[in-house]
């Protein structure tokens, strides 16, 4: 087949509709997933739309952001979801792709987890005895109410087709709602191109930033939510290893909401809010530490192993599955500071990082965004027929 003949075959699909409340890349999470798969897709010759209530993002594709409504939040959900179904019904596009639960939808691709999951993670992460109470009030919450209702609906219409970030985001689905035609297409995330000369340099910037010397351990962790990423947990867990090994370490926490602060170098915590520039902290780091309560297919957890540093994340985390083969330690859960800690330990080693990471550079392909949308073209023709 020749050049033009496999680009007209790719055409097939033509026109593509994706639909997620806020479109803020730099956020990071589903927008900057989103951001990065629409615009792969448009590099291939696809026409692809982005609707959304707010955007803050100049794109190589078209962003059209519907008027809304200044009511509450459950009506001013309600309302842009009713919206994107005129927006479906009108049939101008080949394939509708939602992160949302909307009925008539092409493809549902919860990329932040099904919200049975994300009512089981917040009870989990808090004391036993308000376990109920924070279960009661999350199933009563207006906007989670009219997620959880449609979420239902679209599980059970066969015409839309349930996509998974990750196996565990699958396994939810088939466990909470008995859906079995899920299909999964494992996370991607784009890197920026760095030889190894650029990230020495990186490494050197950081580490001088913070007054850490080259072989003091340096372990990163990220995220907006520090509940939800088990910030408080990583502290702990980092203050008993620090105690019981006696290893010389900084925690360095980033993109904490209102909690960037000066660097105090030689400080075992350092906090910075967001950072437009995380591969040079990555570069600067031995280890990523992702404590989630809940976690679709982490962002962070990808890029570590894509950039070839080892990492450490919770079985709640989909991203996890890459670590089982070699890229890194899963542990059983958040508050497991002693397992936390025994596995930072074995990150001490020099010799097990460097087979760490060997196992993640092996990985870095497979994690790529063109293998991400190749999987997706596919699904996509499938559809059409």
């Excluded at 989670?144 to 839309?160: K, Y």
């Excluded at 000369?197 to 907006?224: F, N, S």
């Excluded at 290893?247 to 809010?273: D, E, F, M, Y």
């Amino acid at each position: 087949m020749d050049a033009a003949a496999a680009l007209t075959k790719r055409r097939i699909i033509t026109k593509i509709a994706f639909f997620i409340e806020s479109f803020t890349p730099g956020r990071g999470g589903r927008e900057m997933s989103t951001a990065q798969v629409a615009s792969e897709l448009s590099a291939r010759g696809h026409e692809v739309s982005v609707f959304c209530r707010s955007a803050d993002s100049a794109a190589s594709f078209r962003v059209v952001c519907l008027p809304g409504l200044p009511r509450g939040k459950r009506a001013a959900l309600e309302h842009f979801i009713g919206q994107c179904r005129h927006v479906i019904d009108s049939g101008a596009f080949d394939v509708t792709h939602s992160v949302l639960p909307i009925p008539g939808a092409s493809v549902y691709q919860p990329r932040g987890g099904i919200v049975p999951a994300q009512i089981e993670a917040s009870v989990r992460r808090r004391p036993a005895a308000l376990g109920g109470l924070v279960r009661f009030f999350n199933t009563f919450r207006a906007s989670q109410q009219l997620l959880a209702r449609l979420e239902r609906q679209v599980m059970g219409e066969e015409r839309t087709c349930i996509l998974a970030v990750s196996e565990l985001v699958a396994q939810d689905a088939r466990r909470c709602y008995g859906c079995q035609r899920v299909r999964v297409v494992f996370n991607a995330v784009q890197v920026p191109q760095a030889n190894d000369e650029l990230r020495r340099q990186w490494r050197q910037e950081v580490r001088a930033q913070l007054g850490l010397p080259d072989d003091w351990l340096l372990v990163l962790t990220a995220g907006h939510n520090a509940r939800l990423k088990g910030i408080g947990c990583a502290i702990s867990a980092h203050d008993e290893f620090r105690r019981s090994s006696g290893v010389a370490s900084t925690l360095l926490c980033l993109g904490l909401k209102g909690k960037h602060r000066p660097l105090q170098p030689g400080q075992p915590v350092q906090t910075l809010g967001h950072v437009s520039d995380i591969f040079r902290y990555y570069s600067a780091a031995d280890v990523v530490l992702l404590l989630s309560w809940q976690d679709a297919c982490s962002r962070v957890i990808l890029e570590a192993v894509r950039w070839g540093v080892p990492s450490i994340t919770t079985r709640y985390n989909g991203a996890a599955e890459v670590l089982a083969e070699g890229a890194g330690i899963v542990v059983e859960s958040p508050d497991d500071s002693a397992g936390v800690a025994a596995a930072l330990a074995t990150m001490c080693d020099p010799a097990s990082r460097a087979h760490m990471r060997r196992a993640c550079l092996a990985k870095a392909d497979y994690l790529s965004i063109r293998r991400h949308v190749d999987e997706l073209e596919a699904l996509y023709r499938e559809l059409a027929r």
